[in-house]
């Protein structure tokens, strides 16, 4: 697919948004409804970043995420993660070829687009690994480094429920992920239509809309998008006030919070506004879409204490409170 020649940065902001909606309306050719996943899946490629999607199974998370690199055009590789999963099991190994000399072997992280499935279920050694590839979109092996294919997204599952056996992400691991998205059950009439479309003869094929090219173009397009002081500002104020004992920190807050998110939240706010407004026909975000996209960027980077839990404190109430 060639890339275009836009004669200004508006006229490429706008063919990103009819890719945009050229690309939601492959992609509900197989997934009914999950609009707001979607939506927030996307923001996160636009922006560079990863996700983790949370919800209990059955719910076509991996079928959204395959669906979403068919019609992106990018290679796709699942890796279910276990217990007795190994670093070099994602990464890749070295072994000795036929003239007796070590050569790389690439694994399953040698692609685009990464569908960890139940990464809580993989010791820390593995998940390390992984959190390494995804900081420095490379990996060592051997002494060796091995750069990822670019763009280079991880969209990790994880279950809500059945906890035992597990190894949860340390907060310090969770803050790598741009997006904490949560996966919700359909409604009663997308569920209807869910089991219409999979339970026939037919099947639809996604076609693939933009190519990795456009999607590195589009990421540095949206970098460039200018933004508001005043826009700015209320991102850092926001990220700011989730800090218990601080300066800004409310009432509410230095009762229910344990912890607050650090600078990267204030960076992801705006980088996720920028692309929340690029994908609305806007040319610089402003506070609407930094609320937007701040439950998602938030709600893994603030830790409730007991008192939040007792008293029922939702992390979702606490962060809308705080708009």
Same mark, same amino acid.
């Given at each position: 697919?060639?890339?275009?020649?836009?004669?200004?940065?508006?006229?490429?902001l706008?063919?990103?948004?009819?890719e945009?909606?050229?690309?939601t309306?492959?992609?509900?050719?197989?997934?009914?409804?999950?609009?707001?996943?979607?939506?927030?899946?996307?923001?996160?490629i636009?922006?560079?970043?990863?996700c983790?999607?949370?919800?209990?199974?059955?719910?076509?998370?991996?079928?959204?995420?395959?669906?979403?690199?068919?019609?992106?055009?990018?290679?796709?590789?699942?890796?279910?993660?276990?217990?007795d999963?190994?670093?070099?099991?994602?990464?890749?190994?070295?072994?000795?070829?036929?003239?007796?000399?070590?050569?790389?072997?690439?694994?399953p992280?040698?692609?685009?687009?990464?569908?960890?499935? @139940?990464?809580?279920? !993989?010791? $820390?050694k593995?998940? +390390?690994? &992984?959190?390494?590839?995804m900081?420095?979109?490379? =990996?060592t092996?051997a002494?060796?480094?091995?750069?990822?294919?670019?763009?280079f997204?991880?969209?990790?599952?994880?279950?809500?429920? @059945?906890?035992?056996? !597990?190894? $949860?992400l340390?907060? +310090?691991? &969770?803050?790598?992920?741009?997006?904490?998205?949560? =996966?919700?059950?359909?409604?009663?009439?997308?569920?209807?239509?869910?089991?219409?479309?999979?339970?026939?003869?037919?099947?639809?094929?996604v076609?693939?809309v933009?190519?990795?090219?456009?999607?590195?173009?589009?990421?540095?397009?949206?970098?460039?998008?200018? =933004?508001a002081?005043?826009?700015?500002?209320?991102?850092?104020?926001?990220?700011?006030?989730?800090?218990?004992?601080?300066?800004?920190?409310?009432?509410?807050?230095?009762?229910?919070?344990?912890?607050?998110?650090?600078?990267?939240?204030?960076?992801?706010l705006?980088?996720?506004?920028?692309?929340?407004?690029?994908?609305?026909?806007?040319?610089?975000?402003?506070?609407?879409?930094?609320?937007?996209?701040?439950l998602?960027?938030?709600?893994?980077?603030?830790v409730?204490?007991?008192?939040?839990?007792?008293?029922?404190?939702?992390?979702?109430?606490?962060?809308?409170?705080?708009?």
């Open positions: 697919m060639a890339q275009p020649n836009y004669s200004s940065d508006k006229e490429a706008d063919h990103l948004r009819q945009y909606a050229k690309l309306t492959e992609i509900s050719k197989v997934i009914v409804g999950q609009d707001d996943v979607i939506r927030e899946v996307i923001i996160s636009l922006g560079n970043g990863h983790l999607l949370v919800g209990v199974p059955g719910l076509a998370k991996t079928l959204l995420v395959n669906t979403i690199s068919e019609a992106l055009g990018l290679s796709f590789n699942r890796i279910q993660f276990t217990p999963l190994m670093p070099s099991d994602i990464v890749g190994s070295e072994i000795l070829d036929e003239n007796r000399k070590f050569k790389f072997v690439k694994g992280l040698f692609s685009n687009i990464i569908l960890a499935d @139940e990464i809580n279920r !993989t010791p $820390p593995t998940q +390390a690994a &992984l959190l390494e590839a900081q420095e979109r490379a =990996v092996a002494g060796s480094r091995y750069p990822l294919p670019s763009p997204f991880v969209l990790a599952t994880q279950n809500p429920i @059945e906890q035992e056996g !597990t190894y $949860p340390p907060e +310090a691991q &969770l803050d790598r992920f741009m997006f904490n998205i949560w =996966v919700d059950y359909p409604t009663f009439e997308e569920e209807l239509n869910v089991v219409k479309n999979t339970t026939g003869g037919v099947t639809n094929k076609n693939s933009i190519d990795a090219d456009q999607i590195l173009f589009f990421q540095n397009l949206i970098r460039k998008m200018p =933004v002081d005043n826009v700015v500002e209320y991102a850092v104020k926001l990220v700011s006030k989730t800090r218990p004992g601080r300066e800004m920190a409310p009432e509410m807050v230095n009762n229910f919070l344990s912890w607050g998110a650090g600078p990267r939240a204030s960076q992801y705006i980088i996720g506004a920028k692309c929340n407004a690029a994908l609305n026909g806007k040319y610089s975000p402003d506070i609407e879409d930094i609320q937007a996209v701040a998602p960027i938030l709600r893994h980077r603030i409730r204490n007991y008192k939040a839990e007792a008293e029922g404190y939702t992390v979702e109430k606490i962060i809308k409170e705080l708009f």
